[in-house]
């Protein structure tokens, strides 16, 4: 099955100019982060197989010399199996979660919240975001973010291990950062998304700006991965638990539950979503 984006993000700078992103669709829907951190070598963020870094490494004179794993489950960590099937990852550095040490293949280099990473000249910051998955951990270089599975584009990822509260405090930590960060996460995702975020805030004229924006793009084939953070705060239901009119949707649906503050708010938004009543005509 082909790759839902045919025409992936053109490579980008990061803030500081030390850092280039490449954009490497793999799977159906993964999307790999390649950060050129020196002329011609690269870390790649999770990923579902070699394969496609293999080709594009190839294609653009680029070394792969690091993994950086956000979490465990097989599209993130499928890569570095690839690399130890075939004999190549025993050089390979190799970041992952301290917690999860024992599930990721070749680590060399443990990592818990707080923690400092050095890519060349940029010194970048680990964070624990438990909620999808125990151990999950996203990175931020300079104006990066590198969120896994924590949050999406107009949405946040599945709750795993959960419970709830942990997803909204980590995705709390994630809003508070410099509204100017690049969004970087792991999967396209946005249509159904902001399908879903038009369904409980209709009312939110940049939600419904964005939305028609990705309809665009994504009939083209494009892409709409990295967001900013700026953009994220302001149409992504996920971080959007004080508004009034997505608060008063969930009351309509769920008149028993508790949603007294924001972690409850939360987890409706979230159960809401996972109904999928949005997909219905």
Same mark, same amino acid.
């Given at each position: 099955?082909?790759?839902?984006?045919?025409?992936?993000?053109?490579t980008?700078?990061?803030?500081?100019g030390?850092l280039?992103v490449?954009q490497?669709?793999?799977?159906?829907?993964?999307?790999?982060?390649?950060?050129?951190?020196?002329? &011609?070598?690269? /870390?790649?963020?999770? %990923?579902?197989?070699?394969r496609?870094?293999? $080709?594009?490494?190839?294609?653009?004179?680029?070394?792969?010399?690091?993994?950086?794993?956000?979490? +465990?489950?097989?599209?993130?960590?499928? #890569?570095n199996?690839?690399?130890?099937?075939?004999?190549?990852?025993t050089?390979?550095?190799?970041?992952?979660?301290?917690?999860r040490?024992? !599930?990721?293949?070749? #680590? +060399?280099? *443990?990592?818990?919240? %707080?923690?400092?990473?050095?890519?060349?000249?940029?010194? &970048?910051?680990?964070?624990?975001?438990?909620g999808?998955i125990?151990?999950?951990?996203?990175?931020?270089?300079? !104006?990066?973010?590198?969120?896994? $599975?924590?949050?999406?584009?107009g949405?946040?990822?599945?709750?795993?291990? %959960?419970?709830?509260?942990?997803?909204?405090?980590?995705?709390?930590r994630?809003?508070?950062?410099?509204?100017?960060?690049?969004?970087?996460?792991?999967?396209?995702?946005?249509? $159904?998304?902001?399908l879903?975020?038009?369904s409980i805030?209709?009312?939110? *004229?940049?939600?419904?700006?964005?939305?028609?924006?990705?309809?665009?793009?994504?009939?083209?084939?494009?892409?709409?991965?990295?967001? *900013?953070?700026a953009l994220?705060?302001?149409?992504n239901?996920?971080?959007?638990?004080?508004?009034?009119?997505?608060i008063?949707?969930? =009351?309509?649906?769920y008149?028993?539950?508790?949603?007294?503050?924001p972690? $409850?708010?939360? /987890?409706?938004?979230? =159960?809401?979503?996972?109904? =999928?009543?949005? =997909?219905?005509?």
């Open positions: 099955m082909p790759h839902i984006v045919s025409i992936p993000t053109p980008f700078a990061s803030r500081c030390f280039h490449h490497v669709p793999a799977a159906t829907d993964n999307l790999i982060w390649l950060i050129e951190y020196k002329k &011609g070598h690269v /870390a790649a963020v999770d %990923g579902p197989s070699f496609e870094v293999r $080709d594009y490494c190839s294609t653009y004179n680029l070394i792969l010399d690091t993994i950086i794993n956000t979490h +465990t489950h097989a599209d993130h960590i499928g #890569i199996r690839d690399l130890q099937k075939q004999g190549l990852l050089n390979m550095r190799v970041i992952g979660s301290l917690e040490e024992k !599930d990721i293949p070749g #680590i +060399t280099e *443990t990592v818990s919240d %707080g923690d400092r990473v050095q890519l060349g000249e940029v010194t &970048g910051i680990a964070m624990q975001t438990d999808h125990n151990g999950h951990i996203s990175y931020v270089f300079s !104006d990066l973010l590198f969120c896994g $599975d924590t949050l999406f584009t949405g946040c990822g599945y709750l795993f291990d %959960g419970p709830p509260k942990a997803m909204y405090e980590s995705l709390q994630l809003r508070e950062l410099p509204s100017h960060t690049k969004v970087c996460c792991a999967h396209e995702y946005t249509q $159904d998304n902001l879903y975020a038009l805030e209709p009312q939110n *004229t940049e939600l419904r700006h964005r939305y028609l924006n990705c309809l665009r793009i994504r009939q083209q084939g494009g892409c709409l991965v990295p967001s *900013t953070i994220e705060k302001s149409t239901p996920f971080l959007r638990w004080e508004n009034k009119e997505i008063q949707h969930l =009351k309509i649906h008149p028993n539950m508790d949603i007294q503050n972690a $409850d708010i939360f /987890a409706c938004i979230r =159960k809401r979503k996972d109904s =999928k009543a949005y =997909k219905k005509p």
